[in-house]
């Protein structure tokens, strides 16, 4: 009966502290989510959630119960075990010992192991133990008021602080959480709800800044702004951009943009259609960016690096693409960048890449720093120049073979790690 009294009570502080620490660290929105469903569990997890200080200090109280029980027979079980009774050992030692077996076992049992395990299973944990949970609730529920009372009394009247109120909103993190398990959890081949990408776009909005959204100066369409007008009529023809950057004498010298619908008014030099353009540092945020850019009433921006060079450009439509995905025009032709791995375990790559995305996708485990964020920018990093195309680089246990390149970036890059050669 003793062991049988000993088990209960260890089983039951598992049990406990487990739903203490899986509501703490469930995700508020998935359970506001559960909350909703019109089942017996959804009605018991609305009545355990109204008010979450009662519930913890239900929990802890059932704790502390099964904790006295515990100790209460596990001290003479201890002493029979190591056969204390029977010895002239002293009263400390023997006390020490006790306290050494019985704290030892209720913290394995009953405290790291359950409260590790449910911190991991939360959700889960919270939704499939909530009518025990319940019961137990109600049983503890006039002692939890009084504790409260109490300890408001204490907090308010001696303390002079301000008494504990429950926090009954969800935190944006946790949002973000829910929006991804969501992501992550749908099938490859189904459709992600729009409104779910948007909300995910939204949360990572504010922590994005210019430099990850950028076109980068390689990329960059621009004339000088001495060109004849027939060269940028070309230009729009010849890209499909309806704006073009305009620069004085080097790419590092961008002093406006240009609209195509401005060529109707027929100018005679590029400076008469020219529009004036806004300097931003890379680190800028571009939800400040876009707020800049709205009030200047602006559509372009130059992004400048630590040396005041022209890192790359933003428009809006780049930042609002990132809040409501890709946005299409009339001159917007759809553009898949190469990637392929090939037979003799070498991989064929777009320079274009993110190298978060190459090394996510096929584990190469390329460098990746604030310097550079595509595979063109890794290659012209290391080599501190743009190379051309049939040049072969060794560059961080990686050779790579430039397989097409122009004057002003990489096209297109074959990659052999280190491990394949």
């Known amino acids: ?15 406990f502290s487990g739903m203490e620490i899986a509501y703490v660290s469930s995700n508020k929105v998935y359970l506001g989510v559960e909350k909703k469903q019109l089942t017996l569990i959804s009605k018991i997890l609305t009545r355990l959630t109204e008010n979450p200080t009662r519930f913890i200090t239900s929990m802890l109280i059932g704790n502390s119960v099964a904790l006295v029980i ?24 023997q006390l020490l010992i006790q306290i050494a077996v019985t704290t030892g076992i209720i913290l394995l049992t009953a405290e790291f192991v359950p409260k590790v395990f449910f911190q991991l299973y939360a959700n889960t944990l919270i939704k499939a133990l909530a009518i025990p949970a ?71 909005f504010s922590g994005l800044k210019a430099r990850d959204i950028m076109t980068p100066r390689t990329e960059i369409e621009a004339v000088e702004v001495n060109d004849p007008v027939s060269e940028l009529k070309q230009l ?7 704006k073009i950057v305009v620069y004085r004498e080097s790419i590092d010298d961008i002093i406006g943009y240009i609209h195509s619908f401005e060529l109707f008014k027929k100018p005679k030099t590029i ?53 409501f995905g890709e946005i299409e025009d009339e001159h917007d032709e759809e553009e898949e960048l190469a990637e392929e791995q090939l037979e003799d375990g070498s991989y064929l790559f777009s320079a274009r890449h993110d190298v978060a995305y190459v090394n996510e996708e ?10 550079y964020a595509t595979l063109g920018g890794f290659i012209v990093h290391h080599a501190k120049e743009i190379p051309q195309a049939g040049e072969t680089l060794e560059i961080g246990g990686f050779t790579v073979i430039i397989e097409q ?17």
């Open 134 to 204: 319940y019961v137990f609730y109600v049983v503890f529920s006039r002692i939890s008021i009084c504790i409260m009372a109490v300890s408001d009394f204490i907090l308010v009247k001696i303390l002079r602080t301000k008494a504990h109120t429950d926090r009954g909103n969800f935190s944006r993190g946790e949002l973000g959480t829910y929006i991804t398990e969501q992501l992550t959890g749908a099938n490859d081949n189904e459709e992600v709800d729009s409104e779910i990408q948007m909300f995910q776009n939204a949360l990572e």
């Open 70 to 93: 515990y100790g209460y027979y596990m001290g003479g079980a201890v002493l029979r075990w190591f056969g204390l009774q029977q010895t002239h050992m002293p009263l400390s030692y």
């Open 405 to 421: 390149a122009s004057g002003k970036k990489i096209e297109l890059i074959k990659m052999v790690a280190a491990k394949n050669k």
């Open 1 to 15: 009966m003793e062991a049988v009294i000993i088990i209960g009570c260890l089983l039951f502080s598992a049990f």
């Open 236 to 242: 729009f023809i010849d890209t499909d951009y309806s």
């Open 362 to 371: 096929y584990g190469l485990n390329i460098p990746e720093t604030d310097a």
């Open 271 to 323: 400076r008469q259609i020219m529009i004036g353009i806004e300097y931003v540092p890379e680190t800028i945020y571009i939800k400040e960016l876009l707020s800049l850019l709205t009030r200047r009433r602006k559509s372009i921006a130059v992004i400048l690096d630590e040396y005041g060079g022209t890192a790359g450009i933003i428009t809006v439509e780049d930042i609002i693409e990132e809040l």
